[in-house]
């Protein structure tokens, strides 16, 4: 019997690498002039594409993709943002974590496996590219879904500045500080309307109506839809600052996925999505099919000085210039944080289907976000340590023993107990750092989140919080200091989501939890844009010494490079 399920083993294996395919790129990655939202600018493209090229592909193949850097003066990497990169960690793309900044004109071959079907994304991971427009969608099929649909669309979503991502990095490091200021424009798959409305008539401000030929750089993507039919939406967020709210005017949405993980379904009318979420969501198409109707998205955890994004839901036949009826959807109040929680806590692992958590954990962190000074300049710090990075990629260091390529001395596992969140920091003075945490392989890791007051008063923001190289378990939310006694109680460890990336909402926590079973050194860190290079993230470090055949191309700068360079004498 054993013989038999053994022979039912290697078959089925073996069928699963042959249909497994390779999917190779070639990709060219240059500045070019581009009006994503009607005002020219220049965008970070991929062979002339903005935003860049969708990879599709499907469960169990390798992804090549050749990486030539044309940018003039600067480094670059991509990062494959949800994909766990098992046995590929320097492809994980996380500058001088995982690799080296390719250089200009150099070609860099980014392979990894794509092993779990889902929404994905991928976007730079160097200075502030992501904000210049360096991003795309990744989507991974299963060759049988869980729920039927028709038909999908792809929407990915992300803010856009006129001021370009160079500029914003001098402000940010400026004394006096000059923080970058609210998006001018919301993208919908990198296109947006500054200077005028789709739905100015609604509007009681004086805007201009938008009148399109359809072929502008910045008219908006038509969905058209046929009538009573199931479409599911795949929606990934990019977004360098905005949190955003998505609705479809008439239509209830059922979601289905978040991170590229199955969750148990359930309808909204409007829908919370972070900077580093995607979700899936399913919709009916069982509205008056003789009118158009309007897909909104609306700042969140802001006040909101951009206006609405927006586009259509074109039912065929209708013509797609057709305006809707009624005016866009209203959102919730962007501080309505209630709503906000209302929503997270309805995402639940659907049974089955989304593994359980391990019921204890070997090791509890403590991370504290607060916002500090440093030498009179603004930074962000998590336990009174502001991250910065060395100039050796912490893989190749701790793989092959350098050990004065970083501090590596332990840093705090947590914060003080007296520390009150509620006020700005006694103490705002805070210190770089670039030490990491080293994480006993194969043990269960608790992280929990607390955030606090910034240096003003009653300020507290929204940070969403991204892991590379693992999904985690959400355990929980809650407002205040975390309590180790009474919070803990209240885990769910019945049906937690797995997710890649999750919020802390202001003045409160959240509790996550992941097993530390993937060689290599990850980031965690806010997928804020200017958060992350203001030095709010850590960095997680277990079984390097289980990771082989790290190409040198991953490692040729610092103090690795001389590893790799050949003795001309």
Not at 209 to 223: H, S, V
Not at 537 to 558: I, Q, S, W, Y
Request: aromatic residues 12%.
């Amino acid at each position: 019997m054993s013989s038999l399920l053994g022979i039912f083993l290697y078959l089925f294996l073996l069928l699963s690498s042959i249909s497994a395919k390779n999917r190779e790129y070639k990709w060219r990655v240059e500045y070019m002039h581009w009006c994503p939202d009607g005002v020219d600018g220049v965008v970070i493209s991929i062979n002339g594409q903005f935003p860049g090229p969708t990879i599709r592909a499907i469960v169990g193949d390798t992804i090549f993709v050749h990486l030539t850097n044309n940018l003039p003066t600067e480094g670059l990497v991509i990062h494959w943002h949800g994909i766990s990169q098992i046995g590929t960690p320097w492809a994980d793309g996380a500058a001088l974590i995982s690799q080296c900044p390719i250089n200009p004109g150099e070609t860099f071959l980014y392979k990894f496996k794509v092993d779990k079907a889902g929404t994905y994304f991928y976007h730079g991971h160097y200075g502030m590219q992501r904000s210049a427009g360096l991003y795309g969608s990744l989507i991974v099929e299963d060759e049988k879904e869980a729920f039927h649909y028709d038909e999908e669309f792809n929407l990915l979503l992300s803010d856009w500045w006129h001021k370009s991502s160079h500029d914003q990095q001098i402000d940010l490091s400026s004394k006096p500080f000059r923080w970058i200021g609210e998006p001018h424009t919301l993208l919908m798959n990198g296109r947006g309307q500054f200077n005028c409305s789709l739905a100015a008539q609604f509007s009681k401000l004086p805007i201009t109506q938008c009148k399109l030929r359809g072929d502008e750089q910045y008219a908006p993507q038509i969905f058209k839809v046929h009538p009573s039919k199931t479409y599911r939406l795949r929606v990934a967020s990019t977004t360098a600052l905005a949190s955003l709210n998505l609705a479809i005017e008439g239509h209830k949405m059922m979601v289905v996925e978040a991170d590229g993980n199955y969750i148990q379904p359930f309808f909204v009318e409007n829908m919370d999505i972070y900077s580093g979420e995607s979700y899936s969501i399913l919709f009916k198409t069982d509205q008056d099919p003789s009118n158009n109707y309007w897909i909104s998205i609306s700042v969140r955890g802001r006040e909101p000085k951009t206006p609405q994004g927006l586009t259509i839901l074109n039912y065929i036949p209708n013509f797609a210039s057709k305006i809707p009826n009624s005016p866009p959807p209203l959102a919730p109040l962007w501080n309505d944080y209630n709503y906000s929680k209302a929503f997270s806590n309805k995402i639940f692992g659907l049974m089955g289907l989304s593994p359980k958590p391990p019921t204890r954990q070997n090791r509890r962190i403590l991370l504290l976000n607060t916002q500090n000074r440093i030498e009179g300049y603004i930074r962000w710090s998590i336990n009174n340590i502001s991250l910065v990075f060395p100039t050796t990629p912490y893989l190749g260091s701790i793989k092959h023993g350098i050990n004065n390529a970083f501090d590596t001395k332990s840093p705090p596992n947590t914060f003080s107990k007296n520390y009150n969140i509620m006020k700005p920091p006694p103490n705002p003075n805070s210190t770089y750092g670039n030490r990491i945490y080293m994480l006993k392989f194969n043990t269960t890791i608790d992280i929990i989140l607390q955030n606090a007051n910034a240096l003003g008063e009653n300020v507290s923001e929204i940070h969403p919080w991204h892991l590379h190289g693992h999904n985690f378990w959400v355990l929980g939310y809650g407002d205040g200091k975390f309590d180790h006694k009474k919070d803990v109680e209240k885990f769910n460890l019945k049906n937690p989501p797995l997710r890649n990336t999750v919020v802390i909402f202001p003045y409160g926590w959240t509790a996550i939890r992941f097993v530390a079973n993937n060689p290599g050194v990850w980031a965690f860190h806010c997928h804020i844009e200017p958060h992350l290079h203001l030095g709010m993230g850590v960095v997680f470090a277990e079984g390097v010494h289980l990771v082989k055949n790290m190409p040198n191309e991953a490692l040729n700068c610092g103090l690795t490079r001389k590893m790799f360079v050949k003795d001309k004498h």
